[in-house]
């Protein structure tokens, strides 16, 4: 390996630019740093460079530790974006520099640098002085200079971001010649995709200083894991469908998983990936043999002819809990776009297909993106009660692996601590700060803004702080309006060792067990249902009883989750102490129950009877709404 | 459309017409009284030891002022555009004020200073050091006064020159001294040379300071601008206008050198 990173960091006080970047690259490649800017990937190549300070990890350049070494003793060729060609010195005597501080003879520097301005097309023009030289010849000495005294590696910073498009062009197809004929390992840093595809061997994807994903730009177009690569990497339709019988569906449509889909699980959300190529868009149905899995009908919306190809934006409606990330859907509408190209055929008259006509829609190939786990938001108050909630929230969306939001909400004068205390709590989080972990100050007063966030930002858990009190406004409101778990917080476990699943509230749940059983999972605990069967139940209601816990046992074998179920006859006239009892003799770490939809007729009983049980527990309590 | 000729000669015209007793008049006098006496008369005057040696002491201690100043100024420059430490701001205006101080109350400061009964003076005394009413004194108040020159000429293009040619330097494998030696140096050649002829220039024609500390000593401290006030108060108008004019002169000519030079700099940016 020519260069290795390991756990490569680096800060601007108190900004983390660069966090934890791992990358090898292999002798004579040409790898990629592709990235929006104030992503980090130009400082990752000044790192390398020895231009900026780590503030931790290793920087391994052809087997040698150069980490604490000064940018003189690195040998890397460093090309910038603004060229800083010496102005006072001519082209040759730039390109010599590097030698003449190595104190070659002048004959040996003259010849080196006549051939190297040969070989990137500068020939005759060593005796210019800079200010003669256009923007594209002036990169090619600042590239010739970097070259000149034979450096391990060639590192370049946004080199052709200052040319026009077609000077860019040829710069790009004489560097790639020239890295191939020299065999030099080189790293080039830009936001430019398609420069960053044409260009590298392989490709880094950098994002907020985290490193996305690594891959060769094929399969980074074609297969990538993650939903940043998949829409930052050329345009792409990403659809969110969910896990149905071992088939993905798409509102009323079902898709087989392709055999090298990343493993899902039932009811897990999934992301479907599809290019704009891979789309049929045409009047007619498509045949059989075609293989094409038809999504349903839609209507063009906007349509560009670009000569080889025609550009479609299809509307599509009528997919009921599908939601689509890219191409991004129209505010406030329950529609989504999916982006088409069709390739010109002059046989097909003027317009193969004309706007606002409307079209069958199908995919001849598509890509699964790798699941992400729950998606969490963290309500963190500066209260003892927030402090928990932040402290467990921890723990469960660690075990969840999924993006988790920490929120704050904070009066317009009190923003920057709330932004300040949300900063601390990233960086102590458990596991370190990710890519995954972002916050977000809002302002207003708390019960509302949670409210709105936890709606607007399809949330698959809600971890709130709680009193002793009950329930609480919020978490009412958040079952009531979006349905989403809600995990109430007052003492805080260190670990998540033992779950209880109550199944005991009305009708026994399906939604409760999937949900503890995947929180179990993830964290290694051991699960226990209980079921609390009335003393005058009919017999057919024990049987159900005893179906459903088969039922939950077989989902958590599933899982591959540690599980018992037992089912106890209620002795007092009240659930709840039965509970409670339970959970004080089996030390658990977790109560999940289930809350009946919003307009169950055993709502106003089951309020009643989750505000006894919050009463009688400090533990960690997460409510499931039942699946409709 | 073209304002018929005549009129565009207006506004020029006008110009001309007013400057004509603020700048132009004067500047033509000093010639008229210096060449009253015809060209032997005015070589009489200047071979006088005291015009002869007033002129020489102006320009060697110009000449001091502006090496010293020159590399002062430049290090000071490189210091407070390349370095970010608390205090640079404060400094930065620290090195800035002389211009703004009258040069009087400078002279008057350092010799509360250095002066026999000054801070640092009286310690000296003891010692037979006596930096005031000496050419040392003369030396250390224009320093003092011409400071802001180097710095203020050298500092923008520091500031202008991006951090990448640096570092290019360094990738390429020069040393820290190599870089500043070929590559930063040469970036300054154009700032350096109209800084050193501003801090001549202003150090040929100080005079609020250097009368404050020098003493005015005939053949001692006296230098062009202090003999020509001296001679003037003495009535002997001709030896002072023949001296002022040899000051002139010699202020036109560098005045001639920083157009050429400026000129020069801006040619090869654009």
Not at chain 1, 32 to 54: D, E, F, H, W, Y
Not at chain 1, 193 to 201: K, V
Not at chain 1, 376 to 383: G, M, Q
Request: hydrophobic fraction near 45%; glycine fraction near 10%.
């Amino acid at each position: 390996m020519s260069i290795i990173l390991t756990d490569l960091t680096a800060r601007y006080g108190a900004d983390t630019v660069v966090n934890c970047v791992s990358l090898e690259i292999a002798d004579g490649e040409l790898f990629v740093l592709l990235g929006g800017s104030g992503s980090g990937k130009s400082t990752i190549l000044r790192m390398i460079a020895g231009l900026m300070p780590l503030a931790a990890g290793r920087v391994e350049i052809d087997g040698r530790d150069v980490t604490n070494l000064p940018p003189q003793q690195r040998d890397t060729g460093f090309v910038f974006q603004n060229y800083s060609v010496f102005q006072h010195m001519t082209v040759a005597q730039n390109v010599e520099f590097g030698l003449r501080i190595r104190r070659v003879a002048s004959s040996d520097r003259r010849r080196r640098s006549t051939e190297l301005l040969d070989q990137v097309g500068l020939g005759g023009l060593g005796a210019r002085f800079p200010d003669q030289l256009s923007g594209g010849q002036l990169q090619r000495v600042a590239l010739a200079r970097a070259l000149a005294y034979e450096p391990t590696v060639l590192l370049l910073d946004e080199p052709f971001s200052a040319l026009d498009v077609k000077i860019r062009a040829q710069l790009r197809q004489s560097l790639k010649e020239i890295q191939r004929q020299l065999g030099v390992t080189t790293i080039l840093v830009t936001h430019d995709q398609e420069e960053a595809f044409e260009l590298a061997d392989r490709i880094a994807v950098i994002e907020r200083g985290f490193l996305v994903e690594v891959d060769t730009p094929a399969a980074l177009y074609h297969k990538p894991r993650t939903e940043f690569a998949a829409t930052f990497v050329g345009g792409g339709n990403v659809l969110v469908g969910r896990m149905e019988g071992g088939h993905m569906r798409l509102g009323s449509v079902t898709l087989p998983l392709p055999p090298d889909a990343p493993p899902h699980e039932e009811d897990d959300s999934v992301r479907l990936l599809f290019r704009p190529e891979t789309v049929y868009a045409d009047a007619k149905l498509p045949s059989q043999q075609q293989g094409i899995h038809v999504l349903g009908e839609g209507s063009v919306c906007d349509e560009i002819f670009s000569g080889s190809q025609q550009r479609l934006r299809l509307e599509m409606r009528g997919f009921e809990g599908v939601r689509s990330l890219a191409p991004p859907p129209p505010y406030g509408r329950r529609i989504f776009y999916i982006d088409a190209v069709r390739i010109s055929d002059p046989a097909a008259g003027p317009v193969g297909v004309e706007l606002g006509q409307r079209v069958w829609v199908g995919l001849s190939r598509y890509h699964v993106l790798d699941p992400t786990g729950l998606k969490v938001l963290i309500a963190c108050a500066e209260t003892p009660a927030g402090q928990a909630a932040a402290a467990f929230g921890g723990l469960v969306a660690r075990a969840a692996a999924g993006p988790t939001t920490l929120l704050a909400v904070a009066e317009p004068e009190r923003m920057t601590a709330a932004r300040d205390h949300l900063e601390g709590l990233r960086r102590r989080w458990p596991g370190g700060p990710s890519l995954r972990l972002t916050s977000k100050v809002r302002l207003g007063v708390a019960a509302t803004e949670v409210l709105t966030e936890a709606q607007e930002g399809d949330y698959e858990l809600v971890v709130l702080g709680r009193q002793r009190e009950g329930l609480g406004a919020v978490a009412q409101q958040i079952l009531q309006r979006t349905e989403t778990p809600v995990l109430l917080v007052q003492e805080t476990p260190s670990q998540i060792a033992r779950i209880l699943v109550c199944t005991a509230a009305g009708e026994p749940g399906k939604s409760d067990v999937r949900f503890g059983g995947r929180i179990a999972r993830r964290t290694g605990a051991a699960v226990k249902v209980l079921h609390i069967a009335h003393p005058d139940a009919a017999s057919w209601q024990h049987r159900r009883a005893e179906q459903h816990m088969a039922a939950a046992q077989a989902v958590l074998d599933g899982l591959g989750v540690e599980a018992e179920t037992q089912i106890e006859e209620q002795r007092t006239p009240e659930l709840v102490p039965a509970i409670v009892a339970e959970a004080q003799a089996g030390d658990y770490d977790l109560l999940v129950i289930g809350a009946p939809t919003w307009r169950h007729p055993a709502r106003l009983r089951w309020t009643d009877f989750a505000t006894q049980i919050l009463r009688s527990t400090a533990r960690p309590v997460l409510i499931v709404p039942m699946a409709t | 459309m073209n304002p018929r000729p005549k009129a565009v000669l207006v506004p020029p015209l006008l110009l001309v017409l007013t400057l004509l007793p603020l700048l132009l008049m004067p500047l033509g006098a000093i010639f008229v009284f210096a060449g009253r006496a015809g060209l032997p008369g005015l070589i009489a005057t200047l071979s006088q030891p005291d015009a002869q040696f007033a002129l020489r002491f102006s320009l060697l201690i110009a000449f001091g002022t502006a090496v010293v100043n020159g590399i002062l100024g430049t290090f000071a420059a490189y210091v407070l555009s390349k370095y970010r430490f608390r205090g640079r701001e404060a400094l930065n205006i620290v090195v800035n004020l002389p211009v703004a101080i009258p040069t009087v109350v400078v002279g008057t400061s350092l010799l509360l200073l250095w002066g026999p009964i000054g801070l640092l003076g009286q310690l000296l005394d003891p010692l037979g050091i006596q930096p005031m009413f000496a050419p040392a004194g003369v030396l250390l108040a224009h320093l003092f006064v011409t400071f802001p020159y180097m710095l203020g000429a050298v500092k923008p293009v520091l500031d202008e020159l991006e951090m990448t040619y640096e570092e290019a330097a360094y990738t390429i494998g020069a040393s820290r001294w190599q870089t500043f030696r070929h590559i930063i140096l040469p970036a300054l050649r154009g700032g350096m040379l109209s800084g050193l002829l501003m801090t001549f220039a202003h150090s040929l024609g100080e005079f609020g300071a250097t009368v404050m500390v020098s003493g005015n000593l005939r053949l001692r401290t006296q230098t062009a601008p202090l003999f020509i006030f001296a001679q003037f108060e003495a009535g002997n108008i001709e030896a002072a206008n023949a001296v002022a004019a040899v000051l002139a002169l010699i202020s036109f000519a560098i005045f001639m050198l920083l157009q050429w030079a400026t000129q020069r700099r801006s040619g090869r940016v654009s």
